[in-house]
Every structure is written in C-alpha cells, then in structure tokens.
C-alpha cells in the first residue's frame, strides 16, 4: 500500500508540474519586427510598411494591464534624369517620400481559465494613431549643384483609437502556444468608423522564460505581421 501511495502521490506530482509548465503567461515583455500593409493600392508604392513594436503585460489575478507600441514607415524615390530634362537648367530631378505610421495603446482584460493549458480574456484598449507623409524634392543643376526643397505631399495626421478583443490561448504539446480572437476597432475623425478584426498566432517556448511568437491580424483596409522575441518574468 505504501508503494501505491508513493506512485500516486509521484503521478500527482509530475502532472501538476507539467501543467504549471503549459500555464499561459501574462507578465511578460515582447520586441520584434511589424510589417504592415494597407489594402489600397491607390497609394503604392508605400501601401507595406517596415518596422518594430514594442509591448508588456503583468497579470494580477483574473485581470491583466497591457500596454503597446509600434513604429512603422517606408522610403520611395522617383529619380528623373537629363534626358527629360535639358530644355531646362536642372540636370536631375528626385522625388523621395517617406510615409510613417505609430500606434500607442494600453488595455485591460479580463481573464477566464479554461483548464490547466488553456484560456480566454476579453480585453478593451484605447490609444493613439498618428500618420505622416513626408516629401523633399532634390533639384540638380548642371553645375553640380543641388536644391532640397519640400514637396506638396508632406501631411500629418492622428487620430484616437478604440479596440474591444477576445480570444482563446492554448498551450499545445510541449513548447508550443497557439491563439485566435476576434474583436472591432474604431478610429475616430472624418474618415474612422468601426472595422471588424481577427487574428491568429503561434508562439514556441524554448524554456519558460524565453520564446519566440508570431501573429497575424486583419483589421478591413489593413493587416499587419509581427514575430516578436517573448521574455516571461
């Protein structure tokens, strides 16, 4: 009887281990790479956009605080050359536009356990989006010289956001983490209104602090990629 108790009790042991090992974790901090693109191909060529976000959650009980930020931009030139150009002193003309994009949220949720390795929140975010549109035109003379003077299509704007979003978490097998949510986002000023949005993930866990994740998201006129390097503290 003895030797019963001692494998029940070791059984006992490693299963509690095991789900405290697939536990979903929410005080934790993310960087990586965003990529973001805009389903409008009136604006091309800067309708994908390049660059990195930033977020950090800590969880206290059944809720949890999260904040977000993210910075994205891309970089065109249009370069015309002297063939066009000699009926007139300038040897060269360059077009260079930068387009820009930050978002900066903070959010509260709400979370349900489903079991040991499983979970769904519902969560509210509001934040700030700001937009610019930057453009310099560069004139080159036949004497080697250059003029950079702005460009009509530089332009800013910003606007506030609201994000209300559940979704399930799963930890799978070993090491890997599965999510989808849905949810709606809306932006105010002339042109905001209310967009559904849906995203899915996947993260691997090389131990438990450490892993690495990736999420798409698609939100009506735009849709966005990150893969994010994940510290659990």
């Known amino acids: 009887m003895k030797q019963l108790s001692l494998v029940a009790g070791l059984v006992t ?53 999260e904040g977000r930020y993210y910075n994205v931009s891309d970089y065109n030139r249009v370069y015309y050359s002297d063939p066009f150009l000699r009926a007139t ?3 060269f003309l360059t077009f260079d536009t930068e387009f820009e994009i930050q978002q900066y949220t903070v959010g509260a949720g709400y979370i349900h356990t489903l079991n ?18 930057d453009g310099t035109v560069t ?20 606007s506030t956001i609201y994000r209300l979003r559940g979704q399930y978490q799963t930890r799978v097998l070993e090491n890997l983490e599965l999510k989808a949510g849905l949810g709606f986002e809306k932006a105010t000023g002339e042109d905001g209104d209310s967009s559904p949005l849906l995203f899915v993930g ?5 131990n438990s602090k450490f892993s690495v994740n990736t999420e798409y998201r698609n939100v009506d006129d ?12």
């Open 202 to 206: 996947a993260g691997y866990h090389f």
């Open 116 to 133: 040991e390795t499983s979970i769904f929140d519902v969560s509210l975010h509001i934040g700030r989006v700001d937009l610019s549109l």
């Open 13 to 65: 042991l490693l299963t509690g281990a095991s789900a405290a090992a697939h536990t979903i974790n929410f005080d934790k901090v993310e960087v990586g790479y965003k990529r973001f693109e805009i389903d409008d191909k009136d604006i091309e060529p800067l309708d994908v956009l390049d660059g990195f976000n930033l977020a950090l959650s800590k969880r206290f009980d059944n809720l949890y605080m």
């Open 139 to 158: 004139i080159g003379y036949q004497d080697g010289s250059e003029s950079v003077r702005p460009s009509s299509e530089s332009a800013e704007d910003d």
């Open 222 to 233: 735009y849709s966005t990629l990150d893969v994010n390097f994940r510290y659990n503290f």
């Open 89 to 91: 002193n300038p040897k």
